[in-house]
C-alpha cells in the first residue's frame, strides 16, 4: 500500500495535472500570452510546492548527492525546459480543435520511452523488464490506434444490440 501512495499516485495526480494545468493557463490568460510566457507562468505558479518538496526531502533524506543533482539536471533541462516548450507550443497550435488538442495531450505518454532509452543510454540504467517492455507496447499500440480512429472522416458504426424487455 505504501508503494502505492508513494510510487504510484504521485505519477497519476501528474498526468492529470499537467495537461489540467495548461489548459486552465490557456483558458485564465485569454490567449494573450504565448508558449514562453505561459511556461513561466506554470513554473512560478509551482515553485512554492516544489520548494516544500525539497525541505521535505532535505529534512527527512538529507542533501542529494552530486550524481542525484546532475540527474535531476537532466531531467529539468531535457523534460521541464525542452519538453515542456514543445508540449506547450503543440497546444497552442491546436488548442480550438478538441480532438487534436486531446491528441496532443495524449502524446505525454510517449515521454516514458524517451525516459527509460535516454536514462539507460546516459546514465547507464538497466533496461526495463520484458514486463516493462510489454506496457511500453501497450502505450505505443493506443497511440496508433488513437491516431487512427480519432481522424477517421465518417463514424464508425456501432450495432445496437435489440434487447428484449421482460
Given at each position: 500500500m505504501k508503494m502505492?501512495?508513494?510510487?504510484i499516485l504521485?505519477?497519476?495526480v501528474?498526468?492529470?495535472?499537467?495537461?489540467?494545468?495548461?489548459?486552465?493557463m490557456m483558458e485564465h490568460c485569454k490567449n494573450n500570452f504565448d508558449t514562453f510566457q505561459r511556461v513561466l507562468g506554470?513554473?512560478?505558479?509551482?515553485t512554492p510546492f516544489?520548494?516544500?518538496?525539497?525541505?521535505f526531502g532535505a529534512a527527512t533524506a538529507?542533501?542529494?548527492?552530486?550524481?542525484?543533482?546532475?540527474?535531476?539536471?537532466?531531467?529539468g533541462i531535457s523534460s521541464g525546459i525542452i519538453a515542456t516548450v514543445l508540449f506547450f507550443f503543440a497546444t497552442e497550435l491546436v488548442k480550438h480543435d478538441q480532438s487534436k488538442l486531446a491528441a496532443v495531450e495524449a502524446t505525454q505518454a510517449t515521454e516514458i520511452i524517451f525516459v527509460i532509452f535516454g536514462e539507460a543510454l546516459l546514465l547507464s540504467a538497466p533496461l526495463p523488464t520484458?514486463?516493462?517492455?510489454?506496457g511500453l507496447l501497450m502505450i505505443a499500440v493506443g497511440m496508433v490506434l488513437h491516431s487512427m480512429f480519432s481522424n477517421r472522416k465518417t463514424p464508425i458504426?456501432?450495432?445496437?444490440?435489440?434487447t428484449k424487455s421482460i
Open positions: 502505492l501512495l508513494v510510487g504521485p505519477v497519476v501528474a498526468a492529470f495535472a499537467y495537461p489540467l494545468g495548461n489548459r486552465k506554470m513554473t512560478l505558479a509551482s516544489w520548494l516544500i518538496i525539497a525541505s538529507g542533501l542529494p548527492s552530486k550524481d542525484q543533482v546532475f540527474q535531476s539536471f537532466i531531467v520484458m514486463y516493462s517492455f510489454i458504426k456501432v450495432n445496437e444490440l435489440n
